[in-house]
């Protein structure tokens, strides 16, 4: 009984088969976050779009002359916030964006 019954070197056998698979999880792992990230992308113009139309709302309701200085204060905080989350937003969806223009898609955990 001979100990040199296989010609490939402990570790290698079927090596090739195991980069295969990791190659295809990979692209399967890619496909997938590229299709969360574009799915967020999507989600994010919505609510940037809808969120500017608010900001449009608040114009149009200081631009009323019957306002107190308390309601034209609430107006603009209110402004202030929405501005501040329409650039937050807008970073994020740059970020997002950015990625997959590089092809590095990969799933961006929020916490």
Same mark, same amino acid.
């Given at each position: =009984?001979? !100990? &040199?019954s296989c010609k490939h070197p402990l570790g290698a056998a079927g090596h090739g088969r195991m980069t295969m698979r990791q190659s295809q999880a990979e692209t399967r792992r890619q496909n997938v976050a590229k299709r969360s =990230? !574009?799915? %967020?992308?999507? &989600?994010l113009t919505g609510l940037i779009a809808t969120l500017r139309d608010s900001l449009e709302s608040i114009h149009k309701q200081?631009?009323?002359a019957k306002l107190s200085g308390a %309601? =034209?204060?609430l107006l603009d905080e209110r402004r202030n916030? *929405? *501005? *501040? !989350?329409?650039?937050?937003l807008d970073d994020r969806l740059s970020a997002v964006q950015g990625l997959i223009d590089l092809g590095r898609p990969h799933i961006i955990r929020v916490h």
């Amino acid at each position: =009984m001979s !100990t &040199q019954s296989c010609k490939h070197p402990l570790g290698a056998a079927g090596h090739g088969r195991m980069t295969m698979r990791q190659s295809q999880a990979e692209t399967r792992r890619q496909n997938v976050a590229k299709r969360s =990230m !574009t799915k %967020e992308v999507k &989600q994010l113009t919505g609510l940037i779009a809808t969120l500017r139309d608010s900001l449009e709302s608040i114009h149009k309701q200081r631009a009323n002359a019957k306002l107190s200085g308390a %309601e =034209m204060g609430l107006l603009d905080e209110r402004r202030n916030n *929405l *501005l *501040l !989350t329409i650039a937050a937003l807008d970073d994020r969806l740059s970020a997002v964006q950015g990625l997959i223009d590089l092809g590095r898609p990969h799933i961006i955990r929020v916490h």
